[in-house]
């Protein structure tokens, strides 16, 4: 394999030059195809236009803009050069873009539109090196305007391809000798971390990061040339980069939609996808969309449908219990489990085979005649979701890695998973669990989860002694994740070391856990565990409106509009019940992980607000946030 990412572009254009590599939607909606050979072109055009306007190797190039066809081409244009990018996403406020954008001293910066431009316009007297935007979308008068007035040089995406043509024209080979010098060990980009904990750190990940990964997520993720593959998530962030990569070298062709239901399952339709990589609260806006569906037409079609899906959910349970498909911490004795369950699962399999007529196909006919499965990643994927769509025959695997492994460290390989896992760590890169004296512990013992190989990031960028911090003198990476292995060498995520929840008892709490099992009723839509330095714990609910009201219709309470009916006692004592229904020693949690008491809100968590551009949960905001709220749950 090719030593750079571009390098590689270069050669896949070569094999497959009339493939489709990206396409985007028109006007009118339909998809447009950029092919490979064209692609190659397209990148050598925009490094040869930044060559034109003096920038050069080392140089760092910032890009604030949400995923599409150009922004790849871009990419790949400023990594040829041997420039390093520096990627936002369009959601980023103007201190962000200020910060990031001084603190690698940009000169040249990409946009996505008007409203990217004006922003960083008006954040222009914090980023001293800024000389030029290069925009993708059409700007207005008034933003030129105060472009020329701050002394910034306006380009269109298209001035600078032409600006390319004109230097390879005047300046042959050059622009293809830049390509030629570049070297693994060179910088691809510094990615700020999203900033869950409060601190954005630039991340220096290598070419090398990226591509010892490449072609053994081939092989665990099934993609074949001229297929296409639908992208949903912000590209600024490391894991839809580096599927984007993955999808690259197999030839397989990138379309662009949105994470938003009603766009997403009509481009689903259109693009007939082999895979789709997201984040949990896609699949699990698609699961609570396809429940709320059957619900809505009721009848035997609603009744058929849960009838079937729990025989499938169970049939599958002990599918996996005998090919032993599931995390296993010690050794077993197989044979007994074959007896256990040989005869209900053998009886269970001509339903579940009806079903599958009836019922499953029809919900995978959703995701067209191509389709393989999905990547979920950049978070846990809640167990109800994953063993749900894996009952009926969708295949999610979950991947665990970040920013500073750029970003995979293990994944669930589709053709032999293991559930309750991330599967195993991929080839290059080891993984150990360690106590806090730094011993090393075996099997199903909890611990801190460290990696060390050639997917760990260079280092944070200008913070030598962060990155002492969490680099040790052997190259271990303390991932500041809890998590544990299997005895066959998977790995178990347990959550963040940092959001660990301390009582006054002494209890130490995962609020992971305790949030996804709450999150399976249907009537919450988000929860955040509170209670650091408090006796018990309580929650934050944002309650799932629509089966609020519609829970509110059959009981026939009254009320003029929502934040009126979450004050109910009726809806309180619901939401009450349902949380002591699922949080209890039945379902594994011990007494001090009880849910106290909860406030309901009436206001989803939003993108900067609670809610991380990869949409995590911010925690260290919602003590300021929600402060009226906690006070009334811990006074």
Known sequence: MENTIPKILREVAKKYPDLNAQRRKDEEGNFQPVKYKELLQLAYSFGAGLLSLGVKRGDHVGIIADDRVEWFQADMGIMGIGAIDVPRGCDAPEKDIAYILSFTDCEVVVAENNFQVKKILSVKNEI?????????????????????????????????????????KENSGVVEAEFEKGDREDLACIIFTSGTTGEPKGVMLQHKNFIVQLDELVERIPLEAGCNVLCILPVWHVFQRLCEYVMMIKGTCLCYSKPIGSVLLADIQKVNPIFIPGVPRVFEAVYEGIYKAMRKKGGITNILFKFFTNIAIIHSRMDKKMFRKEARFRNDFLVLKWILFFIPWLLLYPLRSLGDVLVYRKVRAKFG???????????????????????????????????????????????????????????????????????????????????????????????????????????????GDIGMTTVTGELVLLGR???????????????LPIEMKMNESKYIATSVVVGQDQRNLAALIVPSEDEIIAFAKENSIQFKDYNELLKNAEIIKMIDNE???????????????????????????????????????????????YAKEMKTLFN
């Not at 994944?411 to 730094?438: A, E, L």
């Not at 990155?467 to 991932?479: C, H, L, Q, Y």
């Open 497 to 511: 070391k940092k959001d660990t929840i301390v009582l006054r008892g002494g209890e130490n709490v995962e609020p």
């Open 579 to 625: 949380i002591q229904n699922l949080i209890n020693s039945k379902n594994g949690f011990r007494l001090f992980e009880r849910i106290g008491k909860f406030a309901l809100l009436s206001k989803p968590f939003e993108v900067g607000v609670e809610l991380s551009a990869k949409q995590e949960i911010m925690r260290y905001k919602m003590q300021d946030i």
């Open 128 to 168: 001293p090196t800024l000389k030029s935007i290069i925009y993708f979308d059409d700007v207005s008068d008034d933003v030129a305007e105060l472009a020329k007035k701050e002394k910034i040089t306006l380009y269109k995406y298209f001035e600078i391809l032409e600006k390319g043509d004109k230097y390879r």
């Open 369 to 479: 005649n191509n389709f393989k499965g999905c990547v979920s990643g950049g978070g846990a994927l809640p167990p109800n979701i994953d063993e749900f769509f894996w009952a009926l025959g969708l295949n999610i695997v979950e991947g665990y890695g970040l920013t500073e492994t750029a970003p995979v460290v293990s994944v669930r390989p589709v053709p032999k998973p293991i559930f309750g896992t991330t599967g195993s760590p991929i080839r290059g890169v080891n993984v150990r669990i360690v106590d806090d004296g730094g011993n090393i512990l075996g099997p199903g013992q909890k611990g801190t989860v460290q990696i060390k190989g050639e997917t760990v990031m260079k280092g944070y960028y200008k913070k030598p002694e962060l990155t002492a911090k969490v680099i040790d003198a052997d190259g271990w990476f303390d991932t």
